[in-house]
């Protein structure tokens, strides 16, 4: 009973939040409010005995993309307030865009629909001889990264100290160090 | 001796070891005080060296994906060889340009890191690891000197191609992780081995698009296209790094994924490779040929001699491989002394890298025009030098190898690229304008570092016996 309760209440606040990102006028609170989406089906995930989706979801969506996003929104210096000329020129309100977007929505239901008629008929269970545990489990993962793949594991280290210091070098400010 | 599972990559964690050295003695000197960053970096380069000669005919395995058999061993001298000349002919150019200093030379040792990973990796999965820590050491050389344009336009477009085909390569390593199971490639090869072809396309996407990955890094054309705004617009000793240690790092990456875990397909890739070496061949000598910029024309020739490379790959008998590994060796010493000679003669505001600039360069600077003219004879591939016994080896393989054509395109563009060559050779020598540009005293380290290759091009070219017989030995033991 207490995971039908939090199924809805997580279903409810993703489907909440994902309403307000495009209802927003501010592109900063679009972006916070798609996080808290993104954590909301992170936990969606967690309930369907995924928890490996669940951290790859925080991860790579909340964690890295978002951080691209908003990025790119303060690079475009997007977040100004003036609310009549951003109505005015802002791109949905081109019919053409409009449209173009309605059709995609429309598409995106006719695809829902479709995968959802043909779950209906489909009659194998998804779990089938292989168990939840050993899909998806955090262990299994843990053990395959730090022994088949340790070198790999390690050598990324490497690898991200690079990028940093190679970033460093393109974006310090001149006569920082004499 | 001490044996240990760790045996396979002391020698990259000696190279690592030195950059994470030199960027602690950068970070924690006071203002104004000097360290010695470049010798430490030798020193960890030394170190690989011994090691790598440590471990030669042993075949040690660590974590099961690093093999430092003698391939990965001879490949990994030679990128010594390369990170120590680069070094040397770095030290003057760094303080000329006011180039970060520490920076610079941790980011030269780790991208060896990378390519030595490269080189002896048994994993596609590592390999990829190893050409992005590579590849983003490299962009960022590309661009290190923020105040040029041309430099800043350079690294920008090798960037983005850059990450492209990376893109392409893992999408390539996805597809054969689908198909096979594994990254692993001693085990791809025995899932491929009792593959045939018609029984999944899909083995033909993975190998197109690894093929992509790997050709992009060799500049093989179709895919040469950043290759000559790089080559230019980078530092001139950063162009010589990239136009030898990334290339054989690629090379040996390119050569064991396809004649081991490939190799059971060879009957498709080949005749995709070898039209690839045709054009490559011939694209790099006759665009070479128009060039009037020094390093845009070296970039050319760079793009030829990859072609010549993969005509040893595509002739992948004995004598070919061991010709792959005795040419990169050759083309590296060669191809870095090249631009260390142009990187020498650079100042801070003028790049002195026009053809035009090396008019009459015998009198104003005789032992360099001299150190040059070996060099330019040695990639043009005339005796007596290395570059000769190099093609001569690999068009050999050709020909025994049954592949005729491939070895008169090789001889024919050859022979065309001597004009090129012989071209620089005529200004130096020739021409009696007077100097028009005002070339800087020449530094001592610089100097050794260049008197050093030209005697390793000589040597090899009277000599190259042991040398052929080592890159022989290094290839048996595998493929």
Sequence with gaps: ?178 | MFHSSFDAVVPMLCVALAALAVMGAEAFRSRGETMPVGGLGIVGLIGAAVSSALLWNRNAISFGVIVADNFALFVTITLVIVGILTIMFSSPVVKRDGLPKGDFYALILFSIVGMMMMASANDLLVIFIGLEIMSIAVYVLTGIRRDDPRATEAAFKYFLLGAFSSAFFLYGIAFTYGLAGTTRLDRIGAFLAAQSMSDNRLILVALGLLLVGFAFKISAVPFHMWTPDAYEGAPAIVTGFMSTGVKAAAFAAFARVFLSAFEPFSGEWAPIVWWIAVATMILGTVVGVAQSNLKRMLAYSSIAHGGYLLVGLVAANQVGKAAILFYLLAYAVTNLAAFGVIALLGTKNAANDELRDYAGLWHSRPALAGLMTVCLLSLGGLPPTVGFIGKWYIFSAAVGAGYYGLAIIGVLTSVISVFFYLRVVVMMYMSDQPATVVFPPVSTVGMAALVASIVVILALGILPTPVLNLAAESIATIF
């Design chain 1, 1 to 178: 009973m207490p995971e039908t309760l939090i199924f809805y209440l997580l279903s409810g606040l993703a489907i909440l939040t994902s309403a307000l990102v495009i209802g927003q006028r501010n592109p900063m609170y679009s972006v916070m409010l798609l996080i808290a989406s993104f954590g909301a089906l992170a936990g969606l995930y967690v309930t369907l005995d995924a928890p490996f989706v669940a951290v790859a979801q925080i991860i790579i969506y909340a964690g890295a993309i978002m951080v691209l996003f908003l990025f790119v929104v303060m690079l475009l210096n997007a977040p100004h307030e003036d609310g009549a000329e951003w109505d005015r020129a802002h791109p949905l309100r081109q019919p053409g865009v409009g449209r173009f977007g309605a059709l995609l929505a429309l598409l995106l239901v006719v695809q829902l629909a479709w995968a959802l008629l043909r779950t209906g008929s489909v009659d194998v269970p998804v779990t089938g001889a292989v168990d939840a545990e050993t899909i998806s489990s955090v262990r299994l993962v843990g053990r395959t990264l730090f022994t088949d793949y340790v070198f790999a594991f390690e050598a990324t280290s490497i690898l991200i100290l690079v990028a940093m210091v190679g970033a460093v070098v393109l974006a310090h400010r001149e006569g920082d160090r004499g």
